[in-house]
Nanobody, 117 residues
Framework: QVQLVESGGGLVPPGGSLRLSCVAS????????ISWYRQAPGKQREFVALITGVGSTKYATSVKGRFTISRDDTKNTVFLQMNTVQFEDTAVYYC???????????WGQGTLVTVSS
């Protein structure tokens, strides 16, 4: 089973940018759909963005046009570029890997993003 490790979280001012990384323990090329979810304090975990094994993407309405998901299969890494961040983007961001063939999934441990002035 692949393992996922997120990084890149931190403190960012409103309107700023941050890039999150999700590194897989082995190749995910063409097999895994990788998604980003987030969970704000006191709220349920919610979908943010995904990228399929062939590179198709999907975004939550709240982040469309501000966040970009991409993948570098040579590095087994999926990125979430966060631009024009807002206070409402404060949350723990989790990486989710869904094996498109075996229909199994795995979660990372999360990385905290805090938007504050």
């Amino acid at each position: 089973q692949v393992q996922l490790v997120e990084s890149g979280g931190g403190l960012v001012p409103p309107g700023g940018s941050l890039r999150l990384s999700c590194v897989a323990s082995r190749s995910i090329f063409g097999i895994y759909t990788i998604s980003w979810y987030r969970q704000a304090p006191g709220k349920q975990r919610e979908f943010v963005a995904l990228i399929t094994g062939v590179g198709s993407t999907k975004y939550a309405t709240s982040v469309k046009g501000r966040f970009t998901i991409s993948r570098d299969d040579t590095k087994n890494t999926v990125f979430l570029q966060m631009n024009t961040v807002q206070f409402e983007d404060t949350a723990v961001y989790y990486c989710n890997g869904n094996n498109e063939i075996l229909k199994t999934e795995v979660w990372g441990q999360g990385t905290l993003v805090t938007v504050s002035s």
